[in-house]
């Protein structure tokens, strides 16, 4: 449709087209600087990096770098896909959780001589089962995902123990490669987490799906007009969760060859997960988010964590840095936002 | 390349150690208290660092022993099963593991450990109960632990050594946490207005469950186990029937202890050592070995 | 007028990330005087009163309240310097009573208490001034988005104090309504107040207005008394050039029916509602601020269910309740509530202007880039201005979200369309720019339902115009038939009808 | 604040909700039934305790109702102020570790000596100094509240053990008239938990500052337009809420006797008082909530713990319960919301 009538660009062009050159004219530096994404995360990684450095030799050695690496990858997969949900202003607090009642179910299918190729399978297809209902309740009774899914973790845990019998069950030697192998020099648990990374940054900026979820954690009632398909997309990323907080519960088993009753410790990895997310940019309301500045959140508390260690920080005041820490990089990463944003 | 640090560590008699510790209540802290105080006397070089009960953590924690190359890890794990990945890992590693508390089947891959038989701990309370009992029928509650290994032994163990005349009526969890123990033991209370007497799995929780009980002006009789001072002195004044002694700081100085001079290859230590346990009731209270070191 | 002025903006310059939205802007606000800002979309009218109000705070400049210069006002202080400001988004607490939102932050206390009984009659004297009956008890967010405005000019108004901004308050009202504040903005200028009006129809500004203040890209670029002012003079000032719409000459409506409404209730905002639309033809859907046209938005596009009803596009029943199967059929809704039924703040520009596009050719991958090609053709089409490339869209000045809007959905190849208040707030080019579109639309063999609250804008557009009142069509008028004033007079339900 | 939803209050911020006026027409005794305030959550509460009643004779007897009553007031009294603060769109997440390091520092003190008015008056305001904290970095750094409360919730529990150094520290009898004292046959916990949920319903509907909160959670921007100390009024109820947390854990010590090392404790109390106060009703969007449901809430969860003790259901089924009770509470509570959409 071509209507250009007596069309207005023809003699507003003073103010319609030259926005480009505008923008770039005011500026400078410090501008640029700013609008580097997620400086002060960044900042802050860097300033934990270079003191633990200079207090202590063992921090930038290979062997202990890759532990870190290994240690957050659980915390990293689940933290994808939680960044995904709350993009689409969804939020999914029984993903540690059902992680944990899937490594109990998981070692089950072990100990019972089933295969792990068929372990896997079915593990992630429970987890995804698991995800689908949270699914199917967030997205048919409206209540809060929140709500819903604590409850689910709740429920989770207890079934953990059922599962268990109250008891430990190892997986033995089943998982070795998932857990202790290495790939290119990197920990299979780091690949996995990797690879899981980097897919859902390609769905969140490369697919329509993934668009459709930016579209739906911004306003729900445009996305549904628009001939999204909210509610599908919804269980799909219910659904997703789920069978993702499944992958990680195999590469929980695979790390800790044995499952035991860990009433909280499903919570423990959610509180993680969440407080990772949502240090790296991810809005709590919905439509905005990224897999990097996840990633650097995930980062960021596994290097705290591990300097904190190697620093020899007496353990109560452990949780204080922790705590400090993640206050000083939400409000570094929050500065930057505000500046550069508009409202 | 740990293996050569470890032999010449050995050369010199001058060791690093690890310890990781599972969480951060009191006996938690005594434990490292302990170990603490028992390094600096014999000159080890101590690295310390805290799982606060996640499992994932703990594994972490010995990977970040391992990768500053300790001679050995000493471990209060957060789950009694769950070391086995610890001990992979350490094994890997050419890391032998020491475990406080607990004992695996297989104890081949680990360098000893000790610990505080808790079955026995369970039996010396079921046979407080008999004797206190004196044949009656009584009715018995347990206000266990936290789901899981640890709790599952301490009550086993005195629930199978109840005498016949005693019943146990109610059992349920109190998660190791005082708040949660006191409100069961209101409920259970309620429930059983009969209650002769209660084994509480640690004494912290024992002291929310008589909270309850003095409110509900029941004279329910306790009996606990650790040995803690407040603990001997609720047993000294009558407030607790007994309690079975068992020293934070006696398990975390072997520790230290038997680990270096099996690191030394010292014959004359026990790869096993035990807590030795003693029974607290008003009579004995007195002799009562302190629970944890200043 | 003599009288010394209240406000003195001097020499304010502010800006976005770097783009300028004002440049070194001045601006003499007097007692007693009605000034109207106008300008196209994105002349920067909004960021100069939100500056006035303390929502902005200027990077060079200042505000001068009685003599004393303000570099960065906030919210706060200008309340309390007695500026009252209806902004151009709607801006209530939705979960909050009528009453309650009319009285926010100033609830009488009698007795140490809230005095619920004082909130409730103060409230209803505020809308009586008004002329509006609304029940003041129900949640602010039962009310359509005319009422909402209604509700906030009538609380500022309530609020008093010696300027009052109004940023197109006409913008999606009905005449009688409009007239309304018309009136009222008189009655508060006799009593000494200074009005800061803002409003893209040359003959309302025309008429109100003692002073004009022109703007464009963000500078003022004409100041003068009202009387000074001409229709066409001001259009040029504005635009740089001259802006005709007239009505062209269609070709006739097919005779096929393109849109059928028959028996559709909904509660008691429909009631009994029938239309039919034939291929090529526009009918126009007149009635009162809150009547019908929302409703209508929200049963055709399947957002509600109704009661009763049947909807028929091209021929063919659709179900009704269900998006998917509005949209399926061919019909395509435009909303009047821009902010929360239309656009996707966070997202940028181009993805709004290709959400439904996309979404109905079934795509599965996407590219900024490639996207922002394929979305240059409209942002060109329908003018949208945005200060840098591609910003998400929530930073657009409240026309150039209009016109995205529109693009989204006109550039679906569309076979029926239902438009609510297509030319809310967008500024008179882009409405003439508009209204070619529209024509071209049913020029196509598009059938067009326009629910509009201005009746020139149905004497442009329509063939045909029916009149709803109380949810029910109570009279029917060819255009070529009727006067604008008689359609008015139908529609607010006098003596004609 | 917050862990924002899409989905149902969605449908309360946006615009028209056609239903809303209809139901207000149709009249019948279907509707005014519908029309009681919170009938799902009341019917699932009955239901809870008539299935316990028939059960076993101990449940309803007048020791068991006192019982739970006390159980609950210390979570009742966290609840109170958190419904205010979610009503503000807030959220404070470290009012169960405030309350559990509150109870440390207040037995250090009258293990010390102090008396008990003093510790008492010292204790709240510590605990309102630490409110304060939240409510400045909330309200100046505008990072999510979700995310500042829960790194002060972490570093406060780590400060509970320093002030404790580890060890279990008694408060002897001092503060034995509240923990164990009655008052008109009821425990005085429970009056005390009266009192301040009676004040908060009162703030709340007949105050301009509990009014001021319902504006700024519905919406922040109009509050401030309207001349709201925005800013002012959440230091406030953040300072208000630490208070609060401050009287929690003096009725937390007076009850346990003493305090000890409770890693986690205060996260538990804390997620309970979220689920008591989100099942009733209290959007965690803001501008929507009222005491009445919080205090339902706190009893279904109260009584749901009660019942499953006296069940004796196996402790692997308890979070089992729980949890399914907490998504049927919810789903009834949005059920009947959404057919009859009031404020
Ligand atoms: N918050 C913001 N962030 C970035 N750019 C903005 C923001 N607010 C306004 N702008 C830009 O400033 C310019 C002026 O906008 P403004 O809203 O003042 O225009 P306006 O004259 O009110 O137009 P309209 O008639 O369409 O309402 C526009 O180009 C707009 O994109
Ligand atoms: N937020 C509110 N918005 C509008 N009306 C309200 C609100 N809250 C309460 N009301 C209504 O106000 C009416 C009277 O309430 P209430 O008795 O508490 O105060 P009041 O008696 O009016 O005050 P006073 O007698 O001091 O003038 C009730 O019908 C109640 O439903
Ligand atoms: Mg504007
Ligand atoms: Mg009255």
Redesign the pocket.
Same mark, same amino acid.
């Given at each position: 449709m071509s209507l250009k009538t007596t069309a207005p660009e023809a003699e507003g062009t003073t103010g319609r087209e030259p926005s480009g050159r505008r923008e770039r004219a005011s500026g400078g530096l410090l501008a640029t600087v700013y609008r580097i994404p997620h400086l002060g995360l960044t900042l802050v990684l860097l300033l934990v990096v270079l003191f633990t450095a200079t207090q202590t030799d063992a921090f930038l050695t290979e062997g202990n770098l890759i532990n870190v690496l290994r240690q957050v990858s659980i915390t990293a997969v689940i933290a994808a896909a939680l960044t995904l949900v709350m993009v689409a202003g969804g939020m999914d607090f029984s993903m540690g959780s059902s992680a944990y009642i899937i490594a109990a179910f998981a070692a089950q299918l072990i100990d019972s001589g089933t295969s792990v190729t068929v372990t896997i399978l079915a593990s992630i297809g429970l987890a995804m089962g698991i995800g689908l209902v949270n699914g199917l309740v967030v997205t048919y009774t409206k209540v809060a995902p929140f709500v819903v899914t604590l409850a689910t973790a709740t429920i989770l845990d207890g079934f953990q123990l059922v599962v268990l019998d109250g008891k430990t069950v190892s997986s033995g030697d089943a998982l070795a490669g998932l857990g202790a192998g290495y790939f290119l020099g990197l920990p299979n648990l780091t690949c996995t987490a990797l690879v899981v990374l980097a897919v859902t940054a390609l769905i969140m900026k490369y697919t329509t799906y993934g668009r459709d979820l930016f579209a739906i954690g911004g306003n729900e009632h445009v996305a549904r007009l628009s001939g999204i398909g909210v509610n599908r997309n919804k269980l799909l990323l219910y659904a997703g969760a789920g069978a993702l907080s499944g992958l990680a519960g195999v590469m929980l088993l695979s790390r800790l060859v044995s499952s035991s009753p860990s009433p909280g410790g499903g919570l423990m990895l959610q509180l993680g997960a969440v407080a990772a997310v949502v240090i790296g940019g991810t809005s709590l309301e919905g439509g905005r988010g990224t897999v990097v500045g996840t990633i650097l959140g995930v980062i960021l508390l596994g290097v705290v964590a591990n300097a904190l260690n190697l620093l020899q920080i007496s353990s109560f005041y452990q949780p204080v840095s922790v705590g400090t820490v993640l206050v000083i990089a939400a409000v570094a990463n929050q500065l930057q936002k505000s500046r550069h944003q508009t409202h | 390349s740990n293996g050569d640090e470890t032999t010449a560590a050995a050369g010199d008699g001058k060791y690093t150690i690890g310890f990781v510790n599972g969480n951060n209540t009191e006996f938690h802290t005594c434990l490292q208290g302990a170990i603490e105080k028992k390094a600096e006397e014999l000159g080890v070089e101590l690295y310390t660092a805290n799982s606060t009960q996640d499992a994932g953590k703990e594994l972490s924690n010995i990977e970040d022993m391992i990768s500053r190359g300790v001679d050995a890890v000493i471990v209060q794990t957060v789950n009694v099963d769950a070391v086995e990945a610890d001990i992979a890992k350490a094994k890997a590693a050419n890391v032998p593991i020491y475990l406080t508390s607990v004992l695996l089947d297989d104890m081949d891959d680990v360098l000893g450990a000790s610990v505080v038989p808790l079955a026995d701990v369970g039996k010396m309370d079921a046979q407080l109960v008999e004797k206190d009992a004196a044949g009656k029928q009584v009715e018995v509650g347990v206000v266990a632990g936290a789901p899981g290994a640890a709790s599952d032994v301490l009550v086993g163990g005195f629930t199978d050594n109840l005498p016949g005349t005693a019943k146990v009526v109610a059992n349920q969890p109190g998660m190791f946490s005082p708040a949660k123990a006191q409100e069961v033991a209101e409920n259970m209370i309620q429930a059983h207005p009969g209650l002769d007497y209660v084994f509480v799995a640690n004494e912290e929780m024992a002291f929310g469950a008589l909270n309850a009980f003095k409110a509900a002006k029941s004279s329910v009789k306790i009996v606990t186990n650790n040995g803690t001072e407040r603990g001997v002195e609720a047993v000294k004044n009558g407030t607790f029937l007994g309690t079975v002694s068992n020293p934070a700081q006696t398990t975390g100085a072997n520790a230290l202890e038997s680990a270096v001079k099996l690191l030394d290859k010292d014959k004359s230590v026990e790869k096993i050592t035990r807590t030795p346990l003693t029974l607290v009731t008003k009579d004995t209270a007195d002799q009562a070995p302190a629970y944890c070191a200043e | 007028m003599i009288t010394p002025a209240v406000v003195r903006v001097r020499g304010v310059t502010k800006s976005f990330g770097g783009a300028a939205a004002l440049k070194d802007v001045g601006l003499e606000l007097h007692p007693g005087e009605i000034h109207a800002l106008m300008g196209m979309n994105g002349a920067g009218k909004s960021t100069l009163v939100n500056v006035l109000a303390g929502v902005h705070q200027p990077d060079q400049g200042t505000v001068e309240i009685d003599g004393h210069a303000h570099g960065s006002l906030t919210m706060r202080q200008a309340r309390r310097l007695g500026i009252s400001f209806v902004p151009q988004r709607r801006e209530l607490v939705m979960g909050?009573? !009528?009453?309650?939102n009319i009285l926010l932050g100033v609830l009488?206390v /009698?007795?140490g208490? !809230?005095?619920?009984?004082? !909130? /409730?009659a103060e409230?209803r004297k505020a809308l009586d001034a008004l002329g509006i009956d609304l029940d !003041?008890?129900q949640s602010a967010g039962a009310l359509t988005v005319a009422e909402q405005t209604m509700v906030e000019v009538a609380r500022e108004v309530r609020r008093g104090g010696r300027v009052l901004i109004l940023d197109e308050p006409t913008a999606c009202l009905g005449a009688h309504a409009s007239q309304q504040v018309k009136a009222l903005v008189r009655r508060l200028r006799d009593e000494g107040i200074a009005i800061v009006y803002i409003s893209h129809y040359i003959d309302e500004v025309l008429e109100v207005a003692d002073h004009v203040t022109v703007m464009r890209d963000g500078q003022v670029v004409h100041t003068a008394p009202a009387a000074d002012l001409d229709g066409p003079g001001l259009v040029k000032h504005m635009v740089g050039r001259d802006v005709v719409s007239k009505r062209p000459t269609r070709p006739a409506p097919q005779d096929e029916v393109g849109l059928k409404v028959r028996g559709l209730s909904r509660g008691r905002y429909i009631r009994d509602f029938g239309v039919e639309v034939r291929k090529g033809e526009v009918v126009g859907v007149l009635g009162a601020a809150g009547d019908a046209q929302s409703y209508l938005f929200d049963l055709l596009s399947g957002r509600a269910q109704a009661d009763t009803g049947e909807l028929l596009v091209d021929g063919r029943p659709v179900r009704l309740g269900k998006v998917r199967h509005s949209l399926r059929s061919g019909l395509r809704c435009v909303t009047g509530d821009r902010r929360n039924l239309g656009i996707i703040p966070g997202l940028s520009v181009d993805e709004n202007l290709m959400l439904a596009t996309d979404r109905f050719a079934g795509r599965r991958l996407h590219r900024d880039a490639e996207q922002s090609r394929r979305a240059a053709p409209r942002r060109d089409t329908y003018g949208v201005v945005t200060l840098s490339r591609n910003p998400a869209i929530s930073t657009l000045s409240g026309g150039n979200q209009q016109k995205v809007l529109l693009a989204k959905w006109l550039e679906t190849a569309p076979s029926v369309v239902f438009l609510e208040d297509p030319t809310n707030g967008v500024d008179v080019a882009a409405m003439a720019d508009i209204h070619t579109i529209i024509d071209d639309l049913a020029g196509r063999g598009v059938a067009v339902l326009l629910a509009s609250s201005s009746a020139e804008e149905v004497m442009r557009l329509a063939d045909r115009a029916v009149v709803v009142r109380s949810g029910r069509v109570v009279a029917e008028h060819d255009i070529t038939r009727i006067t604008r004033d008689e359609l008015v007079a139908t529609a607010l339900g006098g003596n004609n009808s």
């Open positions: - | - | 909050l009573s !009528v009453a309650e009488p /009698k007795g208490r !809230v005095s619920w009984s004082t !909130v /409730k409230a !003041v008890e």
